[in-house]
C-alpha cells in the first residue's frame, strides 16, 4: 500500500529553520503575491514550507495546521489551499487512489522549482519530482495526433522507485 509523504509539526526540532522563522517566510510569501496575511494562509504555508518539497494531502495538512492554529476550521483549510493553488502559490498533484498532494509553486528549496512533473512508486508511494521536459516531445505529439493539450504535471506518472526497483 502506498505511503504519504508527511512531515508533522513535531519535526521543527529538526527543521533546518526554526517555526517562527517559517512563519515570517509564510507572510513574507503571502505579502510578495498580494494575498491578504490570515491565520489559515500562515498556518497552511508554515506546514508546507516546513515540509522542504515533501507533497502533502490535504488530511495531512488539516492535522498540521490544528497543532499550529486549532481555531482553524477544517473547511477553512480546504478553501484556503483551493485559493491558494487558484492564486499560484501551491501547486497541486493528483496521486494514486485518488490522492491529491500539494507543494509550494515554485519553491526556491525544491529540487524542481517551478512547473514540473511528478512520478509515484506504486510499492512505497514515494513521491520523486522529475524535470518539466522528462517526456519529450510528448505532448506536443499528443496534440498534433488528436488536438488534446496534455497537462502531465497534474497527474503523478506510476512505477517503481530506484529502492524498489533494485529489491526483489
Known amino acids: 500500500m502506498p505511503r504519504e509523504h508527511t512531515c508533522t509539526v513535531a519535526h521543527k526540532a529538526t527543521a533546518a529553520a526554526p517555526l517562527e522563522a517559517l512563519r515570517d517566510e509564510?507572510?513574507?510569501l503571502l505579502r510578495s503575491v498580494g494575498q491578504r496575511v490570515t491565520k489559515p494562509r500562515v498556518a497552511v504555508l508554515t506546514c508546507v514550507l516546513?515540509?522542504?518539497?515533501?507533497?502533502?494531502?490535504?488530511e495531512t495538512l488539516l492535522e498540521q495546521v490544528a497543532e499550529l492554529e486549532p481555531t482553524v476550521h477544517r473547511a477553512t483549510v480546504?478553501?484556503?489551499?483551493?485559493?491558494?493553488?487558484?492564486?499560484?502559490v501551491l501547486r497541486h498533484v493528483h496521486l494514486d487512489r485518488g490522492l491529491t498532494a500539494y507543494h509550494l509553486a515554485g519553491q526556491a528549496r525544491s529540487q524542481q522549482a517551478g512547473p514540473h512533473l511528478h512520478a509515484q512508486c506504486?510499492?512505497?508511494g514515494a513521491v520523486t519530482d522529475l524535470p518539466p521536459g522528462v517526456l519529450g516531445d510528448a505532448e506536443a505529439r499528443v496534440r498534433r495526433a488528436t488536438g488534446f493539450r496534455l497537462d502531465a504535471s497534474h497527474v503523478a506518472l506510476s512505477g517503481l522507485c530506484a529502492s524498489c526497483a533494485a529489491s526483489p
Open 78 to 88: 480546504y478553501r484556503t489551499l483551493d485559493g491558494l493553488t487558484r492564486d499560484g
Open 50 to 58: 516546513q515540509a522542504e518539497g515533501e507533497h502533502l494531502s490535504a
Open 26 to 28: 509564510a507572510v513574507a
Open 122 to 124: 506504486t510499492r512505497c
